[in-house]
């Protein structure tokens, strides 16, 4: 698997958990979940967008893990 491959997976499954919490739970913006992680809205929309392909922090992916309530394998493993 290719960083690039790597980096859409975790954008998507992001993307998703995020819209799963706000189902559950409530609102969750990307603006939200960057102010809650501790980063700007634009790493956070960079990494749930297919035309951007960043690198992430492990400590990022894991308070964003930690926010949405889910375990960062969730976040690195595709969605069957």
């Known amino acids: 698997m290719s960083d690039n491959d790597l980096f859409d997976i975790i954008g998507q499954n992001v993307s998703y958990y995020r819209r799963l919490y706000s189902l559950e739970k409530e609102k969750m ?3 939200r979940l960057a102010e809650m992680v ?5 790493v956070i929309g960079g990494l749930e967008s297919k035309k951007v392909n960043q690198g992430i922090s492990v400590p990022t992916l894991y308070r964003i893990s ?6 960062i ?4 493993n595709r969605r069957k």
């Open 29 to 31: 913006t990307q603006k």
């Open 38 to 42: 501790g980063v700007s809205t634009s």
């Open 66 to 71: 930690v926010v949405l309530g889910v375990s």
């Open 73 to 76: 394998d969730k976040l690195i």
